[in-house]
T-cell receptor, first 114, second 112 residues
Framework: KAGVTQTPRYLIKTRGQQVTLSCSPI?????VSWYQQTPGQGLQFLFE???????NKGNFPGRFSGRQFSNSRSEMNVSTLELGDSALYLC?????????????FGSGTRLTVV | QKEVEQNSGPLSVPEGAIASLNCTYS??????FFWYRQYSGKSPELIMS????GDKEDGRFTAQLNKASQYVSLLIRDSQPSDSATYLC????????????FGKGTHLIIQP
């Protein structure tokens, strides 16, 4: 069974640009969530989707957005990139609603903003 | 603000001994509790989940939950060098709100 797939693995962007990251959940998983991991702040929740609806959003500015498609694949977008957006972005999927059974993480996308 | 606290370590344990990792959380409404293992440069891997007070065992791992004390722990028996990693405690509120809140992790070193 394939795991959570994130693309691309690495990205280098310039300040002010925008970026789109992609996530394909485990087959059959309908809940997808996104996290940002930095050395200083650790893992922080960005948002969660279930059946194409955003269920929850973390404490991040509106420059961070996402969506989920009918096949459960998800994308997140960051506009007007700032140096502080450099981080590992992790996508996670869960079999049920609300993630009560835990989340399986993908390998992440390492974003560097220069 | 929901918080999850862990001792950052490093926690050094001899091979074959029991490693004990602890976590406290602030939100009394939390319903689901998870332990993730993260090797350097890799993504977190779910190793244990626990939902009710008491102990839950899975192989060499035992998770313990005490909701009255807002405390979660992970015991690793017969520690192996391959257990050396950062262990992240994660908590989810009841009703599915707010995603997972993670602690900053405990760096565990198993000494051969």
């Amino acid at each position: 069974k394939a795991g959570v797939t994130q693309t691309p693995r690495y990205l280098i962007k310039t300040r002010g640009q925008q970026v789109t990251l992609s996530c394909s959940p485990i087959s059959g998983h309908r809940s997808v969530s996104w996290y940002q991991q930095t050395p200083g702040q650790g893992l922080q929740f960005l948002f969660e989707y279930f059946s194409e609806t955003q269920r929850n959003k973390g404490n991040f500015p509106g420059r961070f957005s996402g969506r989920q498609f009918s096949n459960s694949r998800s994308e997140m977008n960051v506009s007007t990139l700032e140096l502080g957006d450099s981080a590992l972005y992790l996508c996670a999927s869960s079999p049920g609603d609300k993630g009560v059974y835990g989340y399986t993480f993908g390998s992440g996308t390492r974003l560097t903003v220069v | 603000q929901k918080e999850v606290e862990q001792n950052s370590g490093p926690l050094s344990v001899p091979e074959g001994a029991i490693a004990s990792l602890n976590c406290t959380y602030s939100d009394r409404g939390s319903q689901s509790f998870f332990w993730y293992r993260q090797y350097s440069g890799k993504s977190p891997e779910l190793i244990m989940s626990i939902y009710s007070n008491g102990d839950k065992e899975d192989g060499r791992f035992t998770a313990q939950l005490n909701k009255a004390s807002q405390y979660v722990s992970l015991l690793i028996r017969d520690s192996q060098p391959s257990d050396s990693a950062t262990y992240l405690c994660a908590v989810k509120a009841g009703g599915g709100a707010d995603g997972l809140t993670f602690g900053k992790g405990t760096h565990l070193i198993i000494q051969p």
